[in-house]
């Protein structure tokens, strides 16, 4: 994979705010945050997306994440927020590494704008989708 900004940071090329870091993991804030407190966690792995993960880099996102949320929840006294993954240049991904944004949610409007557009499940056709999904998965 190409390398990124994010490469750059693991690498010290470019300084960061980290917040966190271990052998799989790192944290920093976000340059241009949508709130006070947005971080990013990454893996140290180059994976563009998710689905590229391995499963030891998966495993240790996952266990950071919520250690990362509570920190950077007690930090800023948010009283909400957001977690969000963009894969993909069409689904908002600019930065081709995996990351998750950690975004405080005030009451001063800062933070993640969502416009959900919600549609109505077929019983029939998600029931063929859903084990469609299921037997694919590896
Ligand atoms: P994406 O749209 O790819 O999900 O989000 C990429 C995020 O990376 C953006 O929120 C952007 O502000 C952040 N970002 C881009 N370049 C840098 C950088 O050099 N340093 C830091 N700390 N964050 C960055």
């Given amino acids: 994979m190409a390398l990124t900004i994010f490469s750059k940071i693991l690498s010290g090329e470019i300084p960061c705010h980290k917040v966190y870091e271990d052998d799989r993991v790192l944290s920093f804030l976000d340059i241009f945050p949508l709130s006070r407190g947005h971080t990013l966690v990454i893996p140290k792995a180059p994976a563009v997306t998710i689905d590229q993960l391995p499963d030891e880099d998966a495993a240790a996102i996952g266990l950071a994440l ?46 993640l704008g969502i416009h959900w557009r919600p549609g109505k499940l077929d019983p029939a056709a998600g029931a063929a989708l859903a084990a469609d999904i299921a037997a694919r998965l590896d």
Avoid: K, W
């Fill in 66 to 111: 919520p250690r990362i949320c509570r920190a950077v929840l007690a930090a800023t006294q948010a009283p909400a927020y957001n977690l969000l993954q963009n894969n993909g240049q069409l689904a908002h991904q600019a930065v081709l590494h995996v990351h998750f944004h950690i975004i405080p949610r005030f009451d001063d409007g800062s933070g």
